[in-house]
T-cell receptor, first 109, second 114 residues
Framework: LAKITQPISMDSYEGQEVNITCSHNNIATNDYITWYQQFPSQGPRFIIQGYKTKVTNEVASLFIPADRKSSTLSLPRVSLSDTAVYYCLVGGRDDKIIFGKGTRLHILP | AAGVIQSPRHLIKEKRETATLKCYPIPRHDTVYWYQQGPGQDPQFLISFYEKMQSDKGSIPDRFSAQQFSDYHSELNMSSLELGDSALYFC?????????????FGNGTRLTVT
């Protein structure tokens, strides 16, 4: 399993773009990078997944450099409702889906 | 769209009692995962099933057991409950068991052991 490091917490302001970087130095060839968002007392919610380069959907973008040893989740123009815990997961076929220490994002007015 | 359904939403038990948590995955999803999340903690992987067979095992106590039935729903059975078992228990489902199949989580069962 890839060892994952991401910031414990981050603060930002409404309307700003927030970038959360995840380090996964020993990512394997078959591993995908997946981000989840979790609000208090709710189950984690899938945000975005990627393998390489850039992926964008209606809520976020995921940037993955060529060496794939890190990835950056980008949330455009955040609002107070984006205050949550964000988890970066790395895994491939037959891997356990293990949640590490997520990033607690706090959006300020 | 149909989501993962967990029941009950809340459960209160006393020490040494047993509890059964149920999970109904999204239709056509063949993989189910169970997680335990204590207050202020990150989700801890307990166990997973693919096509009704156990596929992976995490930090699940021997007092707990789980299975996936022919209709793909899953049950987590917890015996000899301890105070430390008080937590949110999440079930998730996915299509396929590979790490690139996004997990879809239910709203959880909050278990309180008194």
């Amino acid at each position: 399993l890839a060892k994952i490091t991401q910031p414990i917490s981050m603060d930002s302001y409404e309307g700003q773009e927030v970038n959360i970087t995840c380090s996964h130095n020993n990512i394997a060839t078959n591993d995908y990078i997946t981000w989840y968002q979790q609000f208090p007392s709710q189950g984690p919610r899938f945000i975005i997944q990627g393998y390489k380069t850039k992926v964008t959907n209606e809520v976020a973008s995921l940037f993955i450099p060529a060496d794939r040893k890190s990835s950056t989740l980008s949330l455009p123009r955040v609002s107070l409702s984006d205050t949550a815990v964000y988890y970066c997961l790395v895994g491939g076929r037959d891997d356990k889906i293990i949640f590490g220490k997520g990033t607690r994002l706090h959006i300020l007015p | 769209a149909a989501g993962v359904i967990q029941s009950p939403r809340h459960l209160i038990k006393e020490k040494r009692e047993t509890a059964t948590l149920k999970c109904y995955p999204i239709p056509r999803h063949d993989t189910v995962y169970w997680y335990q999340q204590g207050p202020g903690q990150d989700p801890q992987f307990l166990i997973s099933f693919y096509e009704k067979m156990q596929s992976d095992k995490g930090s699940i106590p021997d007092r707990f057991s789980a299975q996936q039935f022919s209709d793909y729903h899953s049950e987590l059975n917890m015996s000899s409950l301890e105070l430390g078992d008080s937590a949110l228990y999440f079930c998730a489902s996915s299509l396929g068991s590979s790490g690139n199949s996004p997990l879809h989580f239910g709203n959880g069962t909050r278990l309180t052991v008194t």
